[in-house]
């Protein structure tokens, strides 16, 4: 008896591997194209890679890259480097549907449709800063949505900093390249999405959270954020000058399906007891989004962000200091399309 049950554990021990090949990759086109009223049509194309490999998806230099408007009228993109493509004309606009159409040699063509959301309706912006004897400071901002009712809306927000560098040996000041900046905010209206945050403590930090108004649809909506920073110090010979402006963005359905999708797939990626999550496409016969978006721009004032006071301490740059403000228009969306072009990253 003891002998047979020693066979049956050895027997239970052992393991049968069976090779399973899975079937060769095809290599499709990947189009990224995010689009708002302000700017001229940005597109990035790659294609995609199997799943197993350890190679990054490479820029297809050789594609067609267009963008057809019900009227009939076309756009073909311009090259330029690492697999972007940028229009010369057609300005997109409200309400109407746009459709990107990518081709190139060897892959089947690839296309997707969106159009731009209405404009967020965004009141009630303040900001309010105070700082200690560190030069530490700390602004808070507030703002409403005032949501409208009977239809589903999505936002993003963002806070966009322009950063200038006094090197004053030289007698120089250097614009640097707006950036998005994090923010800290215990407001509940940004817990929702616990893939788009990361922890800190008990401190909550986001960089581009997106949430939708099925808490809120129809009704007015209090959100609240936090900045932290260090004030320029008039004794170094280099530093750094900041103005802020708040974006608040209302995004397409595809848009923020993509986001929100591609958020929850890196953040579950690693856990092997994880449901499978795909991320958002509209682009057939091919992977990425083509999605709309639109914002509301609002600086913070510069008395709020130190740079009056710091003026004012520093008489030999105060007529480039008064010159300076926070960043608008394009150049504030700019970081935004950027980040959508560098996809999601999970922190």
Known sequence: MS????????????????????????????????????????????HS??????????SVEAAIVTVLAPDGRMQTLARRDSGLFVATDLRPVAQTAYTLRVEAPGFVTTQ????????????GFTAASTVDRGRRRVVDLSFSIDDPPDTANYYGV??????WRLDVKKGTITPLTPTLFTFESDNPIFEKNPEI????????????????????NGTLRDVTLR??????????DVQIWRAFALMVVSASDNLYEYWTTAN???????????????????????????????????PVPPDQTGLIAFCDTTTRWKA????????????????????????????
């Open 3 to 46: 002998f047979c049950c020693v066979l049956l554990l050895f027997a239970a021990g052992c393991e049968t591997v069976v090779e399973v090949e899975a079937p060769p990759h095809v290599p499709q086109l990947v189009a990224h194209g995010f689009f708002t009223s302000d700017g001229l049509w940005l597109v990035r194309v790659t």
């Open 49 to 58: 890679v199997a799943y197993t490999s350890r190679d990054d998806p490479e």
């Open 112 to 123: 997707g449709s969106d159009q731009l959301p209405e404009k967020p309706n965004v009141a």
């Open 158 to 163: 963002f806070v966009v900093q322009g950063r």
């Open 197 to 216: 945050e990361f922890l800190d403590d008990d401190v909550r930090y986001y960089r581009d959270p997106f949430f939708d108004d099925t808490e809120f």
């Open 227 to 236: 900045l932290r920073y260090q004030d320029p110090d008039p004794q170094t």
């Open 264 to 298: 929850r797939q890196l953040t579950t990626g690693q856990n092997p007891f994880a449901e499978p999550i795909r991320v958002h496409s509209n682009m057939s016969n091919g992977f990425g989004v083509f999605g709309g978006f639109q914002y509301r721009a609002l």
């Open 320 to 347: 480039v200091c008064d010159s300076v403000g926070a960043p608008a228009g394009p150049q504030a969306s700019l970081p935004v399309r950027e980040r959508f072009l560098d996809g999601p990253i999970t922190h």
